[in-house]
């Protein structure tokens, strides 16, 4: 097998439609995002970098609270989160949603309103039910029979918390296993199908100092259609009116959690948000009527589609190979960054910028620097023939769930995030270094 060369750049390989709206092309063929080239970037921040462009989060932050003007919009910190960001969401008027003692403290001492926050997690520590209770966190979701015990006594018996259930509706919907949730046969929720759901409701309708608001259910992330929300919310809504029926109890609020499908590749299917909102709000209102429930408040919870497309990853090219047919160019980052294309098999469009390329093309794998085959950040990317050491290679769509999920793999570190905007870029998290590594390392 020979290398392709393919004689002109393919239609797709210039295509900015994933990128920020801020993007613009530079004459010397490089690229800048919210007015700050990303070369001059990369050189004072070095490389590996993340960016995050402010105004486009903001803008997907209002872009929520406009299609969702009904609905309490809480933003999945799980996704990424730093206290800038905690600081724009909250301007912005959104909610949080976190799942840690540590995503909470961090929101809470960078000034979020702890009354805003809901707290998830299929196994919350001691630790997270005392800050939570501490901190006054709004909604604590329960997801287990044996959280509501723990919490009612952890509250105290003049104690009050607010709570929600989460349920799992039996619907099937993600963009891969490992990120679907609204079926029974994984970790999280309680079971509408077998009754855990209804019975963990029971007991804590019987607990005077828990007030059980309402029901979560979030079924899955990178969904892309808006049917699968629509059967479960039916389904949900069907146990709010049997919950009225049976303990006379009406719930003011449904959590339809987040899982709001993005683009990573020009031409790839995202979930239409206004066609959600405008189906989702006709559903509950109809299904509310069906069964004579007053229509609940709806709250929503997305992550990657406020931070995902507003982040670009910056990596230097250490190594150019041709061998068994194929042009690997290796990075100086990785799986210790990206962990997603090996978890989920997610692909990305990585491009070059910094330089105007030879016209001629050639289909590489993109790979890391650390110590595993599988360590691919992208196959099958057009890039120029020549590309080289040396060259900056810019991956789009990189704001969720990346730097979240980094590692500290082979103490390479993880990189700093910097935020662009108005045409100034500062940063907001410096680079791990090997001084954080070493100060951690205590035993010698
Ligand atoms: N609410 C709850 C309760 C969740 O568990 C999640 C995500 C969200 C909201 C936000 O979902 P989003 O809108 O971001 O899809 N690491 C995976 C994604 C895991 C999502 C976990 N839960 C990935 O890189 O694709």
């Given at each position: 097998m020979?290398?392709?060369?393919?004689?002109?750049?393919?239609?797709?390989?210039?295509?900015?439609?994933?990128?920020?709206?801020?993007?613009?092309?530079?004459?010397?063929?490089?690229?800048?995002?919210?007015?700050?080239?990303?070369?001059?970037?990369?050189?004072?921040?070095?490389?590996?970098?993340?960016?995050?462009?402010?105004?486009?989060?903001?803008?997907?932050?209002?872009?929520?609270?406009?299609?969702?003007?009904?609905?309490?919009?809480?933003?999945?910190?799980?996704?990424?989160?730093?206290?800038?960001?905690?600081?724009?969401?909250?301007?912005?008027?959104?909610?949080?949603?976190?799942?840690?003692?540590?995503?909470?403290?961090?929101?809470?001492?960078?000034?979020?309103?702890?009354?805003?926050?809901?707290?998830h997690?299929?196994?919350?520590?001691?630790?997270?039910?005392?800050a939570?209770?501490?901190?006054?966190?709004?909604?604590?979701?329960i997801?287990?029979?044996?959280?509501?015990?723990?919490?009612?006594?952890?509250?105290?018996?003049?104690?009050?918390?607010k709570?929600?259930?989460?349920?799992?509706p039996?619907?099937s919907?993600?963009?891969?296993?490992?990120?679907?949730?609204?079926?029974?046969?994984?970790k999280?929720?309680?079971?509408?199908?077998?009754?855990?759901?209804?019975?963990?409701?029971a007991?804590?309708i019987?607990?005077?100092?828990?007030?059980?608001?309402?029901?979560?259910?979030?079924?899955?992330?990178?969904i892309?259609?808006?049917?699968?929300?629509l059967?479960a919310?039916?389904?949900?809504?069907?146990?709010?009116?049997?919950?009225?029926?049976?303990?006379?109890?009406?719930?003011?609020?449904?959590?339809m959690?987040?899982?709001?499908?993005?683009?990573?590749?020009?031409?790839?299917?995202?979930?239409?948000?206004?066609?959600?909102?405008?189906?989702?709000?006709?559903?509950?209102?109809?299904?509310?009527?069906?069964?004579?429930?007053?229509?609940?408040?709806?709250?929503?919870?997305?992550?990657?589609?406020?931070?995902?497309?507003a982040?670009?990853?910056?990596?230097?090219?250490?190594?150019?190979?041709r061998?068994?047919?194929?042009?690997?160019v290796?990075?100086?980052?990785?799986?210790?960054?990206?962990?997603?294309?090996?978890?989920?098999?997610?692909?990305?469009?990585?491009?070059?910028?910094?330089?105007?390329?030879?016209?001629a093309?050639?289909?590489?794998?993109?790979?890391?620097?650390?110590?595993?085959?599988?360590?691919?950040l992208?196959?099958?990317?057009?890039?120029?023939?020549?590309?080289?050491?040396?060259?900056?290679?810019?991956?789009p769509?990189?704001?969720?769930?990346?730097?979240?999920?980094?590692?500290?793999?082979?103490?390479?570190?993880?990189?700093?995030?910097?935020?662009?905007?108005?045409?100034?870029?500062?940063?907001?998290?410096?680079r791990?270094?090997?001084?954080?590594?070493?100060s951690?390392?205590?035993?010698?």
């Amino acid at each position: 097998m020979t290398t392709a060369v393919l004689p002109q750049l393919p239609a797709d390989a210039d295509d900015l439609s994933v990128w920020p709206a801020s993007t613009t092309r530079l004459p010397d063929g490089g690229l800048a995002v919210a007015g700050v080239a990303l070369a001059e970037t990369a050189e004072r921040f070095g490389t590996p970098v993340y960016l995050l462009d402010e105004g486009e989060i903001r803008a997907r932050c209002r872009m929520y609270r406009d299609a969702f003007p009904d609905a309490d919009v809480l933003y999945a910190a799980k996704a990424f989160l730093s206290r800038a960001m905690v600081r724009w969401v909250d301007e912005e008027g959104l909610g949080l949603d976190v799942c840690s003692a540590g995503e909470l403290e961090l929101a809470v001492t960078a000034g979020f309103p702890p009354d805003q926050i809901v707290l998830h997690g299929n196994a919350k520590s001691p630790h997270d039910m005392e800050a939570a209770l501490r901190l006054g966190v709004g909604r604590i979701v329960i997801d287990s029979p044996s959280e509501i015990a723990r919490l009612a006594s952890a509250v105290g018996p003049k104690g009050h918390q607010k709570v929600m259930v989460r349920v799992v509706p039996g619907i099937s919907a993600g963009g891969h296993e490992k990120i679907r949730t609204g079926t029974d046969g994984q970790k999280f929720g309680l079971s509408l199908t077998d009754g855990s759901a209804q019975h963990a409701i029971a007991r804590i309708i019987g607990q005077p100092q828990l007030q059980l608001t309402g029901l979560h259910c979030h079924i899955g992330s990178q969904i892309t259609s808006v049917k699968p929300y629509l059967a479960a919310l039916r389904r949900v809504v069907g146990l709010m009116a049997r919950i009225r029926d049976t303990h006379g109890v009406v719930l003011p609020e449904l959590d339809m959690g987040g899982g709001h499908g993005i683009a990573y590749r020009p031409g790839e299917p995202a979930l239409d948000l206004t066609a959600l909102a405008r189906r989702l709000r006709t559903e509950l209102i109809e299904s509310c009527a069906a069964a004579g429930l007053t229509v609940p408040r709806l709250i929503i919870e997305p992550g990657r589609a406020v931070a995902g497309p507003a982040g670009i990853a910056l990596y230097r090219v250490l190594a150019v190979k041709r061998t068994g047919g194929q042009v690997f160019v290796a990075v100086d980052g990785g799986m210790s960054d990206n962990p997603r294309p090996a978890l989920y098999g997610v692909r990305y469009a990585p491009r070059l910028i910094g330089r105007r390329p030879d016209t001629a093309t050639c289909r590489a794998t993109v790979v890391g620097r650390h110590c595993e085959a599988g360590d691919i950040l992208a196959s099958d990317v057009p890039l120029p023939a020549d590309v080289r050491p040396g060259d900056l290679l810019a991956v789009p769509v990189a704001g969720a769930y990346q730097l979240s999920m980094a590692s500290g793999y082979n103490l390479v570190g993880r990189p700093p995030v910097v935020a662009v905007h108005e045409g100034r870029a500062r940063l907001l998290v410096r680079r791990e270094s090997l001084d954080d590594f070493r100060s951690r390392d205590v035993g010698f």
